[in-house]
Each structure stands twice: as structure tokens, then as C-alpha cells.
């Protein structure tokens, strides 16, 4: 299949464009969205890419019609993604919910911004974590990763749709402004470099009639996707196994939700993914995630000159969250700082991890300026 | 006309173990799904190549009820959801089964953009005035002076001509009818189905229980009487002057054009980029 960028080599090119090139290497074949600052060169390119690849992008009247219609098209069979940023995202909500209930697998990409409401489009914030893991109403489960760099920008993508195919989930990839337009050396791998996922369909008429069942144990069902003869139903409302709906018996709603979160949390040790920088002797740890976890590493480095034993835990997979790593971690240092762009997100989820073994601080930093490596050392050395 | 009898219909085409269904005795919508899996029947299309696409409301339940594939989806995002499936597999063909709160509503901006794609997909649309599902509550459709529980009083705002809407935006196919004219329904809905773009046949359906017994019309007899009251066929109200149009309703077919549908176009479109890319000639 020919490309139309180049494979096998690197290029320099920004974070938005590196996630459209990673979407279109993923197999994703459908896009929809709505412009918004700063996601919207990830818009610009799959328009130019797709139907060069026999793929749709089309530019829907909103957020909440942009991630309908991935719905739509992954229940047609594609692999399917929209990209937004805060605003954007507080819309795709509703619709996210009901991915997470009707089990679809999407990619939405939230490029966040200074908020709330209209904020600051062009400047970087970590504003959204709490909403990526909570915006939508209702127990839910899904995934969250989040990237620091272009390249990862780029691997973190592939990770996305493989992982929305192999758990039939929505998988929220949360990068922010500074990712989305800095520029850095990314390598686009050959597609037979890269291991790429696709959803379990129904071997045969008895899997196709349990499109919410668990006929592998794995809590994963296989999807019978449109147009196969198999003549799904497929719902919001609280539905057994067969999707039909079952909206008053609480034992079909635990039942159904119960499962959509165990087929993740079941299978943390394969979704979440963490780097550690010197941390086995530090007795100061760092937890950061996304583009603060440059600064991070930065400041660890320093703090070493100086001969403070400092380590960083650099999250790559916000949610689900190892709440037992980050206890284990606060068990063998004094003191866990959170540098976090926002006014402290992350920070309660470590805080709670950390169970008491620890000291936890935040250093918060709001405005669309990236900490400084030296604003987090201050704030370590005291 | 020979009509199959409703048990045949039924038998081939409901799914059986999710009846019976959610509606209120009196309710139209059975009559207009009725209409519908006629006119799926007496056209031979392949049931398994037609996805039912849905909102929230009564009318949205009717994808549960049939057996075809179906979307339930969220209130009024229809054809949002539909605009995917349909770009990713235009093989299947679209039937998306819409009330008139949840279409012309919450809904009425995918509507209009719909319309405007002629993304390629049968609306039906039951248009009862009321928001049956949660009880009585007005509809932009409700005519002014109309009773529902947040307009204890009687309706102040103009209401959405729903037909109209979609003849302005451009649609390929659209009629109203109600559930009365049964023959021109079901006639209305095959052309629908037969024809590229968007297509909408809306129903005036009675809601005896949540809007007929708040208005004086608790059965669906008095609501069906009062529809032949207030409607006028489209040949008269030709001729007839503004003022004695007022507070009716024009019934039958206002559009029926070709323009390409939103899959075609977009299938010129990945031509037209791949030869101005040099991928092609």
C-alpha cells in the first residue's frame, strides 16, 4: 500500500501531524471533527492524507455530531478517531459515555488548552485530566494516555487504536498545546515495523449473538459489526448480554458494568505503562505525566548535581492508575513531588496512591507556561 | 393494492423476544413501522443490508423492536452516528426513525447538516407535537395554543415545519403525511428508500396519552378527526389564500429532485484528490 508521507525514515514535524500519520499507519479509516485550536492541524492532515488512502475525513457541524459519527463508523467496521481540545471535549462527553456503554472502540484526541470555557486555544494546561477520566456521567472505565513527546505523540497513537481494538473501549489520548505545535525528530516507522491490533469479530452465529457476552472469559466480546447478517442491537440503556434492553434489574446493570470495568482493570499490567528515571535509591521521587515530564527529567538530573537523590516516575498510561505502584513508591521515599499544569489533578489521584506513606506535594503551575527544570528543583530543595 | 397480512409482516420482520413493545394504546408510531417494513417488503430490499439508526424518545425505540441491525444512540444524534456508518460501509442502506423533539430539537442542527451533505438516509419522522417519552412536555413542533406540562397554558412560540426545514436545506425526497393516509405513506416511504440522498417522510402520529388527553383529545379516533381537521392536502392549500392557511397543515410530497447523495460526492472527492496529488490520472 503506498503512503503519502514517508515510511521507514524520520521527519520533523509537529505533534498533531505526527498522531494524524500514526492514526493512518494504525488503520484508522475514518475521521470526523470540528476545528479547534490546538487540534486542528491533526484535522488538516487527515484531511489531506485520508482519501489518499481511501479513507473518510469529513468536517461535521460540531464535537458532539464528530465523535457520533466515529461511533457510527466503527460499528461500520473502521478503526476510527476525532481529535479536539477542552472545549470540544467538555461536548464529546455524552458521546463518550456511550462508547464506554455500547463498548466501541474509538481514539479521541484532546489537545488541552488553558480553561475552563474558552481559556487560553493556545497555550499548553493539564486542565483536563480529571475530565478525561470522569467527564462522562455514570461508573465507567477507559483509557487515558498521555504523551511527552512527538515521537511519543506518534507511538502513543498506534498505542491508542490498539488498544481500543483489543478492549473494545474508547481510549482517550491526552496531549496539550505545546505537543501539538512543537516540532522535534519523529521516526515513522515501516507499516511491518509495527505491531498493529485489530478488534476480535464473532467466529461464528452463537458469538455474533452475544455482542455484550463474555464467550471468551476475557470480558472482551467479540463485536458484530453492521452489515454482516448478524443483525445487532446496540443501545445506551442498560443492556444484557444479547443487547437487549434491561433497564430495571440491578443485577443487569452490575452485571454489564461490572464487566466493562474488569476487562481493564483485569488487565492493568498490559495497558498501564510507566518510565523510572533513578528512582532505585531516590529518596526524593517526582511523579509527572505529558509534557511536564520533560522538566521533570531535567530537574532530576539537577537535583542529582547537587547530590539530592532524586528519581521520576513518568506516567504514560493515566488511567486506569496504579494506585499499589505509586504506594510502593511512596514506601521507599520521604517525599513525592506532583509537578502538574493545572491546580492539582494528578496530584489527588498520587496523593491517594500514596496512602499516607508518604508526603505528597503539589507544584502547580497554570497560565500556558511549561515548569521550568529549575522551578521544580526550588520548589524540591525548599 | 394487495396487502400481505400484519401477522406475515410481523413474523418476518419484529424481533420477537423484545415485544411487546413500549408503546401506549392509541399511539401511532406501530401504524408508521408498519408503513415502513411494507414498504422494506414490497421492494424486496435485503434486511441485512439496512441499519435502523435512533435517538432517544418512544419513536427512537423502534430499532429495538425490528429485526435489523440498529443504533440506539443519544437524543437527537441520529444522523451523526448515521453519517459514519454510512461513509465507512455505503453498501448498507439507512432508515433513521426520529420523533419530532428528537430531530427537530436537540437534534435539529445534525438535521440541517444532514440535509445539507444529502447524506444518503430515509428519516421517518413522527411528529405527535409532544415529548411522549418523558410525559407531555411541548415540542418545537407544537403548534402555538397547544397544551403540554412546561406550557400549562397553551404553546406561545411558532412552531418547526419540519417538512419545510428539510425542503429549504435541500433534501431529495420529503413528504408529510399522517398516519391516516396510509397508502400515500407507505407510497412516500418507497420512493424514499429507493432514491440517493436524503429523503424524509414525516407522520403526524397521535399521542392520546401524554399530548392527546392534556388538549381535549384522548383518544386516538378524536386526535385522527382532528388531523383531518387541520391538515390540507398540498393541490388545495395551492390555492387557497394565507389567512385561511393559518394553524393548518399542508400534507404530501414537497420535494423530489436528484442531487447527488454525500457518498457519491465523496467518492469524487478521493478521485479528485488522488489525481490532483498525481496518484492518479
Known amino acids: 500500500m503506498r503512503y503519502p508521507f514517508p515510511v521507514g525514515k524520520a521527519d520533523f514535524i509537529q505533534g498533531d501531524e505526527a498522531i494524524a500519520r500514526a492514526a493512518i499507519l494504525a488503520g484508522c479509516r475514518f475521521y470526523a471533527g470540528y476545528p479547534i485550536t490546538p487540534a ?47 472545549p470540544g471535549f467538555s461536548l464529546m462527553q455524552e458521546n463518550l459515555g456511550y462508547a464506554v456503554m455500547t463498548e466501541t472502540p474509538i481514539v479521541v484526541v484532546n489537545m488541552m488548552r488553558g480553561g475552563p470555557s474558552t481559556g487560553q486555544p493556545t497555550f499548553p494546561a493539564q486542565g483536563d485530566i480529571m475530565q478525561a477520566i470522569w467527564g462522562t456521567h455514570g461508573d465507567h472505565m477507559l483509557i487515558v494516555l498521555s504523551p511527552s513527546t512527538v515521537q511519543e505523540a506518534f507511538d502513543f497513537t498506534i498505542r491508542a487504536f490498539n488498544l481500543a481494538e483489543k478492549y473494545r ?13 512543537m516540532r522535534e525528530r519523529v521516526y515513522i516507522p515501516n507499516p511491518d515495523e509495527i505491531e498493529v491490533v485489530y478488534r476480535k469479530l464473532p467466529k461464528n452465529e452463537e458469538e455474533a449473538k452475544l455482542p455484550f457476552g463474555d464467550p471468551h472469559g476475557d470480558g472482551v466480546p467479540p463485536m458484530p459489526i453492521f452489515g454482516k447478517g448478524y443483525r445487532t442491537y446496540v443501545t445506551g440503556l442498560t443492556h444484557d448480554e ?22 481493564i482493570l483485569d488487565n492493568k499490567d498490559d495497558i ?20 511536564v515530564s520533560r522538566s521533570a527529567i531535567r530537574a532530576v538530573k539537577i537535583l542529582r548535581e547537587k547530590g539530592i537523590k532524586a528519581g521520576l516516575l513518568k506516567l504514560n498510561t493515566i488511567w486506569p492508575f496504579d494506585f499499589d505502584m505509586i504506594e510502593e513508591l511512596a514506601e521507599g521515599v520521604k517525599k513525592i513531588f506532583v509537578p502538574e499544569m493545572n491546580m492539582g489533578q494528578l496530584y489527588h489521584l498520587v496523593k491517594e496512591g500514596a496512602n499516607g506513606k508518604a508526603e505528597v506535594e503539589l507544584i502547580s503551575k497554570i497560565g500556558g507556561e511549561v515548569h521550568t527544570p529549575m522551578e521544580i528543583v526550588e520548589r524540591v530543595v525548599g | 393494492m394487495y396487502l400481505k397480512s400484519a401477522y406475515e409482516i410481523r413474523d418476518k420482520y419484529l424481533r420477537k423476544d423484545m415485544l411487546p413493545t413500549i408503546f401506549c394504546p392509541g399511539c401511532g408510531i406501530g401504524s408508521v413501522l408498519q408503513f415502513t417494513l411494507r414498504a422494506i417488503d414490497d421492494l424486496g430490499l435485503n434486511q441485512d443490508e439496512i441499519v435502523w439508526v435512533s435517538g432517544i424518545g418512544c419513536s427512537s425505540r423502534v430499532p429495538g423492536f425490528v429485526n435489523f441491525d440498529g443504533l440506539h444512540t443519544t437524543h437527537g444524534r441520529a444522523l451523526a452516528f448515521a453519517t459514519g456508518i454510512k461513509l465507512t ?71 418547526f415545519d419540519i417538512a419545510q426545514l428539510a425542503v429549504s436545506a435541500g433534501a431529495n425526497y ?19 428508500l429507493q432514491k440517493e440522498g436524503f429523503t424524509l417522510v414525516e407522520f403526524l402520529s397521535p399521542c392520546p396519552i401524554s399530548f392527546g388527553r392534556r388538549n381535549r383529545m384522548k383518544t386516538a379516533p378524536e386526535l385522527i378527526r382532528w388531523y383531518q381537521k387541520i391538515t390540507v392536502p398540498l393541490a388545495k392549500a395551492k390555492k387557497m389564500p394565507q389567512e385561511e392557511l393559518e394553524g393548518k397543515i399542508v400534507i404530501g410530497e414537497f420535494a423530489d429532485r436528484d442531487r447527488p447523495g454525500l457518498v457519491r460526492e465523496y467518492q469524487e472527492y478521493i478521485k479528485r484528490a488522488k489525481k490532483m496529488m498525481g496518484w492518479e490520472e
Do not use: C
Request: no cysteine.
Open chain 1, 242 to 263: 444479547y443487547g437487549h434492553p434491561r433497564t430495571v434489574e440491578p443485577e443487569v446493570q452490575q452485571k454489564l458494568i461490572g464487566r466493562i470495568y474488569r476487562k
Open chain 1, 169 to 181: 473501549t474508547p481510549v482517550v489520548l491526552l496531549g496539550d498545546a505545546e505537543l501539538a505545535h
Open chain 2, 174 to 192: 420529503v413528504a408529510r403525511w399522517t398516519v391516516f393516509n396510509y397508502l400515500q405513506g407507505m407510497n412516500s416511504i418507497k420512493k424514499a
Open chain 1, 40 to 86: 486542528s492541524e491533526i484535522f488538516e492532515a487527515m484531511a489531506l492524507y485520508m482519501p489518499l488512502v481511501d479513507g473518510v475525513s469529513i468536517q461535521m457541524e460540531d464535537e458532539i455530531a464528530s465523535i457520533a459519527a466515529i461511533i457510527g463508523a466503527s460499528w461500520a467496521g473502521a478503526k476510527a478517531m476525532t481529535a479536539t481540545s477542552g
Open chain 1, 272 to 291: 498501564i505503562s510507566y518510565e523510572k528515571f533513578e528512582l532505585d535509591d531516590a529518596e526524593v521521587a517526582i511523579v509527572s505525566t505529558g509534557i
Open chain 2, 89 to 159: 460501509n455505503p453498501d448498507l442502506k439507512i432508515i433513521a426513525f426520529m420523533g419530532d423533539g428528537d430531530a427537530a430539537a436537540i437534534g435539529g442542527n445534525h438535521l440541517i447538516h444532514a440535509i445539507r451533505r444529502n447524506l444518503d438516509v430515509t428519516v421517518i419522522l413522527i411528529n405527535n407535537f409532544t415529548y411522549g417519552m418523558t410525559g407531555g412536555q411541548v415540542a418545537p413542533t407544537a403548534l402555538k395554543g397547544l397544551k403540554g406540562t412546561t406550557a400549562p397554558y397553551g404553546q406561545f412560540e411558532n412552531p
